[in-house]
């Protein structure tokens, strides 16, 4: 996978059809994590998103899937995608010992942004 900066993976995200966003984070994460970062109760429903032919998920719902792959991109390319899964679903000091997933869930996006390139470049020095 090769090193995008944030602002070419934003661009990347979003010339992509949401299904395809889908897609890729339920083979990364898994649909029920998928559904918990989009605020859904249904998990399956990342399921029927990823289908070509399939629904589209609220306004709200996408925000926080474009957003979470962006992330989930950058973190997979800079540390590898088993990192990466362990960084979405582990409490972070950042983000109050939450999980990425349940601060992407509560539209603290900026948090998990900034929580995200903290951990790609490692501490500040003292």
């Known amino acids: ?68 792959h962006r992330q989930w991109t950058l973190l997979a390319a800079a540390e590898g995608e088993h990192v990466a899964r362990q960084w979405f679903i582990g409490g972070n000091p950042q983000l109050r010992e939450d999980t990425p997933i349940t601060a992407i869930r509560e539209d603290r996006h900026s948090d998990v942004a900034d929580a995200v390139q903290s951990f790609i470049t490692g501490p500040a020095a003292a």
């Open 1 to 68: 996978m090769e090193t995008l900066t944030p602002t070419a993976q934003h661009g990347r995200t979003m010339r992509m059809d949401i299904h395809e966003i889908v897609r890729e984070l339920n083979v990364a994460l898994g649909p029920t994590l998928v559904a918990a970062l989009s605020g859904s109760k249904d998990r399956k429903l990342p399921i029927r998103w990823a289908k070509d032919d399939g629904p589209e998920p609220r306004s709200d719902a996408t925000r926080r899937l474009t957003f979470a």
